[in-house]
């Protein structure tokens, strides 16, 4: 166990400290404020014993910033003058989880060490035990979602930017669950219990009705996690019924993911553009990665962050970025795509930057039907 000992006495620190050692306890001393304040922003500590009646920074201000920084550190004050109705305050808070009043002997001291350390494990064990069955519970709520229809795409037009036609529609997730009733919330479920590739199972069958649904020649464009990518054989799995509309569906991947963290993406990539689908590279402008992302996947398609897109034909700076995403585009054959269009004056700067095409609700909203 490590502790921390506050106290301006040094004797009583050298004894507390010889006690503890006797005891196995790793122990460290700090003879004022500053000095315990450097000391628990550098280590950490599985208790401290700190004295109320310090300079400034007192024993309360000292357990109240270790709390904040070291929540699971037992805090003991320890002083012979306590002001009740503060350190009662204190206590209330959880700021303190013991109180030692001076004189005292060290056995009640070890006590009150070994009585706060169990029960901080006590509180911890019923802590795991709670958060376990809240798991297991999304665990079921996620099942249900995914096998019972709960699930279901909704789909964006995207527009010609140039004739104004329809060129094709992004599917967007949307769910009826009561509990996971957002997409982020589904797909936070699905990572947190390794259930993407179900989760992208359902979709690639949505999307597989989809494609029947919409007349010929539209495109439909789908999420993929960057998560899926590392797993080829599911990939093959899950899109070799799709391959004979592979040149109608596009394959967005997502720049605010780490992509480029993924293990084994590349030979999913490279199966996928083989198989004619082509990728998009979606809210591009939103991560860390964009040049690299740009670099490594040769997409097809630039997904232009709605950030980027908000207020475009006010601000010049985004204007200018875009003009060099499409210039960057024309060079490598790709088409840049603006997202979160939504008036007028957005839609026809767009079109003189020379963007390929436009989304977003000037165009219309996702929905159920088409």
Same mark, same amino acid.
């Given at each position: 166990?490590?502790?921390?000992?506050?106290?301006?006495? #040094?004797?009583?620190?050298?004894?507390?400290?010889?006690?503890?050692?006797?005891?196995? !306890?790793?122990?460290?001393?700090?003879?004022?404020?500053?000095?315990?304040?450097?000391?628990?922003?550098?280590?950490? +500590?599985?208790?401290?014993?700190?004295?109320?009646?310090?300079?400034?920074?007192?024993?309360? @201000?000292?357990?109240?910033?270790?709390?904040?920084?070291?929540?699971? !550190?037992?805090?003991?004050?320890?002083?012979?003058?306590?002001?009740?109705?503060?350190?009662?305050?204190?206590?209330?808070?959880? @700021?303190?989880?013991?109180?030692? =009043?001076?004189?005292?002997? *060290?056995?009640?001291?070890? #006590?009150?060490?070994?009585?706060?350390?169990?029960?901080?494990?006590?509180?911890?064990?019923? +802590?795991?035990?709670?958060?376990?069955?809240?798991?297991?519970?999304?665990?079921?709520?996620?099942? =249900? !979602?995914?096998?019972? !229809?709960?699930?279901?795409?909704?789909?964006?037009?995207?527009?010609?930017?140039?004739?104004?036609?329809?060129?094709? +529609?992004?599917?967007?997730?949307?769910?009826?669950?009561?509990?996971?009733?957002?997409?982020?919330?589904?797909?936070?479920?699905? @990572?947190?219990?390794?259930?993407?590739?179900?989760?992208?199972?359902?979709?690639?069958?949505?999307?597989?009705?989809?494609? #029947?649904? *919409?007349?010929?020649?539209?495109?439909? $464009?789908?999420?993929?996690?960057?998560?899926?990518?590392?797993?080829?054989?599911?990939?093959?799995?899950?899109?070799?019924?799709?391959?004979?509309?592979?040149?109608?569906?596009?394959?967005?991947?997502?720049?605010?993911?780490?992509?480029?963290?993924?293990?084994?993406?590349?030979?999913?990539?490279?199966?996928?553009?083989? =198989?004619? $689908?082509?990728?998009?590279?979606?809210?591009?402008?939103?991560?860390?990665?964009?040049?690299?992302?740009?670099?490594?996947?040769?997409?097809?398609?630039?997904?232009?962050?709605?950030?980027?897109?908000?207020?475009?034909?006010?601000?010049?700076?985004?204007?200018?970025?875009?003009?060099?995403?499409?210039? $960057?585009?024309? =060079?490598?054959?790709?088409?840049?795509?603006?997202?979160?269009?939504?008036? @007028?004056?957005?839609?026809?700067?767009?079109?003189?930057?020379?963007?390929? *095409?436009?989304?977003?609700?000037? $165009?219309?909203?996702?929905?159920? #039907?088409?």
């Amino acid at each position: 166990m490590r502790v921390l000992v506050v106290d301006d006495d #040094n004797n009583l620190r050298s004894v507390l400290r010889a006690a503890m050692e006797h005891r196995g !306890c790793d122990v460290e001393e700090a003879g004022d404020g500053p000095e315990a304040l450097r000391r628990i922003s550098a280590e950490h +500590y599985d208790a401290a014993v700190v004295d109320y009646q310090l300079p400034p920074p007192d024993g309360l @201000e000292i357990l109240r910033q270790l709390r904040t920084a070291q929540p699971r !550190c037992v805090r003991v004050l320890m002083s012979g003058a306590l002001d009740l109705p503060v350190v009662m305050g204190a206590v209330n808070r959880g @700021e303190v989880s013991r109180l030692v =009043a001076k004189p005292f002997r *060290l056995e009640a001291l070890f #006590n009150v060490l070994e009585e706060a350390l169990a029960e901080r494990g006590r509180l911890e064990q019923i +802590y795991g035990r709670a958060q376990q069955d809240v798991l297991e519970q999304q665990r079921r709520e996620l099942d =249900a !979602c995914i096998s019972s !229809c709960m699930l279901q795409l909704a789909v964006q037009p995207l527009i010609e930017a140039g004739s104004g036609t329809l060129h094709g +529609y992004e599917a967007l997730l949307r769910s009826r669950h009561p509990t996971l009733n957002t997409p982020l919330r589904v797909l936070g479920a699905a @990572e947190t219990h390794d259930m993407l590739g179900p989760l992208a199972d359902w979709i690639a069958l949505a999307a597989a009705d989809w494609l #029947n649904k *919409l007349p010929q020649g539209l495109l439909l $464009f789908i999420n993929a996690h960057p998560r899926e990518l590392a797993d080829l054989p599911a990939v093959k799995r899950r899109f070799e019924p799709l391959r004979a509309a592979a040149d109608r569906l596009v394959i967005e991947i997502t720049e605010r993911s780490n992509l480029l963290e993924e293990t084994d993406w590349r030979a999913a990539i490279l199966w996928l553009s083989q =198989a004619g $689908f082509r990728i998009a590279i979606d809210d591009l402008g939103s991560g860390y990665n964009s040049l690299a992302v740009l670099a490594e996947l040769q997409p097809a398609f630039l997904k232009v962050d709605m950030s980027i897109v908000r207020n475009i034909d006010r601000e010049e700076r985004k204007q200018r970025l875009v003009e060099l995403l499409t210039r $960057f585009a024309q =060079a490598t054959g790709s088409r840049v795509v603006l997202e979160g269009i939504e008036t @007028e004056a957005e839609a026809t700067t767009a079109r003189r930057l020379g963007v390929d *095409l436009l989304q977003g609700y000037l $165009f219309g909203r996702p929905a159920l #039907n088409v």
